[in-house]
């Protein structure tokens, strides 16, 4: 026995979804028939309307419905700092600080010799086009790659590259989280918290 | 600084699904924007042609595109059986056994005094009705409703209800999974293993 083709076909969409397997994609689709008509075209439509009205803006990659995006429109940002980041999600992160004015640049992943990811497969070439065409404006790169092994690679990666046209390439301070206790960090945190200690 | 307009309204739609959170549709929306536009465009196809295509069956209550469904349709199915199950999907499940051959009746719910579910909220009434018109084809009705407690007590008002009418009401064993260990199953199973043990 198999479900109506309707119903089997909205699971295999549900499916190609990351984290979503058989049991929970099925859940999702009866879920979705109960569902109200209004929300589930809603739902249709949105899907729909993200793959047409977004793209990446073609200065820092990050999605936009305008081009080139808002940030890279907005000259009263400070235009000599620009943050490297994995994702466009990441912007938002960064924008919720309240504290940050520059411009950014997003990679769209990491260099990965695991996965077989290579500079050129990232958005690193059009991040070196940009800082040699700016006139030197640019004066600082914050690269805000994850605390992983690959995004740890990536920043070594970047700021071999780019020091030597004379930009200064830094990166995020590790250390203990806000509020952190000290007696349920990891050891590798404590560690690179212990490096980066500052005077006080 | 908010997400443009188009993921905005996706994030939203993703967290209508139950068991999703903020931080989930958000990555699934961003995942969707790297998703090709075939499979994007099937998404939201399936999503319209469930609510489009799929209804409950007039008789028995499946989820079906034709009326009556195919189960109610076939009349080589064992007509003096009906299986009452509390959803759709449960009714895939009873057909992989491959060993029951009866007809079905989907509730979408059971009485529960908690939530303030009835008996008329579900599909009992047309149960009761399909019972009466059938000219006393129907011998035994097999309660399939989950080990819960509302389970239980839709269960035990489906009997009190049905067994005055000269029908067989049945419910499912309730005892050890297949390849349980006896140290880890739980003390309530292990007392209606006990309670339900059959003589070797």
Chains 1, 2 share one sequence.
């Not at 073609?58 to 419905?65: A, D, L, R, S, V």
């Not at 080139?68 to 620009?82: K, Y």
């Not at 690679?153 to 301070?173: C, D, E, M, S």
Request: glycine letters at 8%; charged letters at 25%; aromatic letters at 4%.
């Amino acid at each position: 026995m198999q479900y109506p083709e309707p119903i089997a076909k909205l699971i295999d969409s549900y499916m190609k979804l990351p984290g979503i397997g058989q049991k929970t994609a099925t859940r999702l689709a009866f879920y979705t028939l109960g569902m109200e008509d209004d929300d589930v075209k809603g739902f249709a439509d949105s899907l729909l309307a993200v793959k047409k009205d977004l793209h990446y803006c073609h200065i820092c990659g990050n999605i936009t419905e305008d081009e080139p995006c808002e940030i890279c429109r907005d000259q009263s940002r400070d235009q000599s700092q620009i943050i490297v980041v994995e994702h466009s999600r990441d912007i938002m992160a960064m924008e919720n600080m309240n504290s940050y004015h520059g411009l950014y640049h997003v990679l769209h992943g990491t260099i990965s010799p695991a996965k077989g990811t290579g500079p050129m497969d990232i958005n690193i070439p059009a991040l070196l086009k940009r800082l040699k065409s700016n006139n030197k404006q640019v004066k600082e790169v914050i690269v805000a790659t994850n605390a992983s092994v690959d995004g740890e690679t990536t920043a070594q990666y970047l700021a071999k590259l780019i020091k030597p046209a004379g930009i200064k390439v830094t990166r995020l301070a590790h250390g203990l989280s806000a509020g952190a206790d000290i007696d349920y960090t990891d050891a590798m945190t404590l560690t690179k918290a212990v490096q980066g200690r500052t005077e006080l």
